[in-house]
């Protein structure tokens, strides 16, 4: 089995590629990780850049009209293109193909080695045509801002900044973009506002809470680059990173209006401990920033569509695990929270359903009542634990429970590792109640953009036996998590197999979180 898993290609793409089709696969043949990985390349690949585009943007060659699921755009030779994100490339592909010779100009920013890793992959519908218009900078190494990601995004400025009422800008967008695209108002540095973000990220703070101070010393972020185009019509397809989907927040809403005051910014930094110790640029730039002359931007020449997310992805890995022979239900598609407390609650649920699925003696009435608490204190909103419970309850045979969403990690120490794997090696420690049954027990998370944390992996997968085996090979969990160091942990343990290594995917939708469990 761990040769198969380390030589299991890339997702990119949009029908699995190493099982074959659904009717080829043989459930009995396969083991419970090889399940898992089939249904996490089975969730990566339904949200796949060229095919989502091509869902919600067709272009008539005869009329010269642009469609974008029910709004018509009349084109000539007028269309200029912006792009941002992890997913970006594959995109950009896609879209200058359909608008062919409408397309003047083109300017995307990538991450660092994604061209180089979807050639070697051999996916040329995810890298563009050798005499493309469009510009293509890599940057971001590692998800954080840098030289060469400043550099795209003051070229993605020039270009909406000269654009006319006659023009329209497309826009993609996807998880990723807010270290793609960092214009840092003066006289706030590039380091000075990547350090606020890490110590912000170091100290647990929300996706949203990041975003909200990156707008606010942005130039571009936070409806920046829509008034930037204006008066030129804007067209933004957006592949959703975030929990729940909101405009404004993903990659930082450049293209919608923010409604975040300084206060709110005041308010996180306040929260986090880090407002005494401001650089003077960063107190300045907030200080003036409520009586911007410019005023907030106006967006009413944008459109803005989402075209993808992780409700796309776990909708696919259902129908695949229903292929597989599985029962498979969706948790939630807005998973957040402290990885800690979220893996108790995983670990709680795997021992839950298999108390239901077996002949065991009930759990303990603490034990039921921690895990309906740890669903209110994590607030997931669209799970509804008593109807997990009825359909563990009624279900035969083996289930898979689906979620996603994008949990927070506290950085303690100096180790490698991302928010999958230390989530993925706390609940192999909280599943350690599972053993002794009659029923195989998997849990996976992973990153859909194939990079999770400082590290190569997209995530990882563990079993009940996870700390037995750790014990055996000499491996202290709890030394590696003080150290915020998961991935050398799993690298250690059985030669790595319970990693996931898939090289970079080319798209991003956050995390994929699933439990498998089947009669032994």
């Known amino acids: 089995m761990a040769s198969t898993l380390r030589v299991l290609p890339g997702f990119a793409r949009t029908r699995p590629v190493l099982w074959g089709s659904p009717a080829s696969w043989s459930s009995s043949s396969m083991t419970l990780a090889e399940q898992a990985w ?17 869902r919600v943007l067709t272009v008539d060659a005869e009329t010269g009209q642009m469609k974008v699921r029910d709004r018509n755009f009349q084109l000539h030779h007028n269309v200029y293109l912006a792009g941002f994100g992890k997913a970006v490339l594959g995109m950009a592909a896609v879209a200058e193909e359909l608008l062919s010779e409408h397309l003047v100009q083109g300017v995307i920013s990538v991450p660092k080695g994604i061209q180089a890793a979807m050639e070697s992959a051999g996916l040329k519908e995810m890298l563009l ?70 110590m912000l990220a170091v100290r647990g703070a929300t996706i949203q809470e990041l975003n909200t101070i990156r707008k606010a010393l942005s130039h571009l972020k936070g409806g920046g680059l829509a008034r930037a185009a204006y008066p030129a019509q804007v067209v933004s397809l957006i592949l959703s990173d975030v929990v729940g989907d909101p405009l404004d927040v993903i990659a930082s809403g450049p293209t919608v209006a923010s409604d975040h005051s300084v206060q709110d910014c005041l308010q996180i930094l306040t929260r986090y401990d ?48 229903e292929a597989l022979g599985y029962q498979a239900l969706i948790l939630s598609t807005v998973v957040q929270g402290a990885v800690g407390r979220l ?41 509804k634990l008593g ?30 590792g991302g928010r999958n794997q230390e989530l993925a090696l706390r609940v192999g420690v909280e599943m350690s109640g599972c ?17 999770d944390g400082n ?19 000499g491996l202290d969990v709890a030394a590696f998590l003080a150290n915020s160091d998961s991935n050398t942990f799993f690298q250690r343990l059985q030669g790595g197999i319970h990693l996931l290594s898939t090289g970079l995917t080319g798209t991003n939708v956050m995390d994929i979180h699933l439990i498998l469990l089947r009669p032994c």
């Open 455 to 473: 590290t190569e992996a997209a995530g990882a997968w563990v079993t009940p036996g996870l700390a037995s085996e750790a014990a055996s090979e």
């Open 387 to 416: 109807d997990v419970l009825k359909f563990l309850e009624k279900a035969r045979g083996p289930v898979c429970l689906l979620a996603g969403g994008e949990p927070t990690v506290k950085i303690q120490g100096s180790g490698k």
């Open 129 to 198: 045509m050798p005499q493309s218009h469009i510009q293509v900078f890599e940057g971001a190494k590692n998800n954080l801002p840098d030289k060469d990601s400043l550099q795209a995004a003051v070229a993605i400025r020039d270009m909406a900044e000269g654009l006319s009422a006659d023009d329209l800008l497309l826009v993609l967008i996807s998880g990723g973009g807010s270290a793609l695209l960092p214009a840092p108002i003066p006289p706030v540095t590039l380091d000075e506002k990547h350090l606020l973000t890490k």
């Open 274 to 321: 880090l407002r005494e110790t401001l650089p003077r640029s960063i107190k300045t730039v907030l200080s003036r920033a409520d009586s911007d002359p410019r005023g907030p931007p106006c967006c009413g020449h944008v459109l803005n569509t989402i075209i993808g997310s992780n409700s796309v992805a776990l909708a696919e890995a259902q129908r695949c695990a």
């Open 38 to 54: 089939q249904l996490f390349e089975c969730a990566v690949g339904a949200v796949m850049p060229g095919p989502m585009i091509r």
């Open 343 to 383: 893996a108790r609650f995983y670990g709680l649920l795997a021992q839950a359903a298999i108390v239901r699925l077996s002949s065991w003696v009930g759990m303990a009435k603490e034990e039921e009542d921690e895990l309906r608490k740890l669903v209110e204190e994590l607030q997931l909103p669209d799970l």
């Open 435 to 451: 053993t002794g049954s009659n029923w195989e027990a998997l849990f996976l998370s992973g990153g859909t953009d194939g990079q």
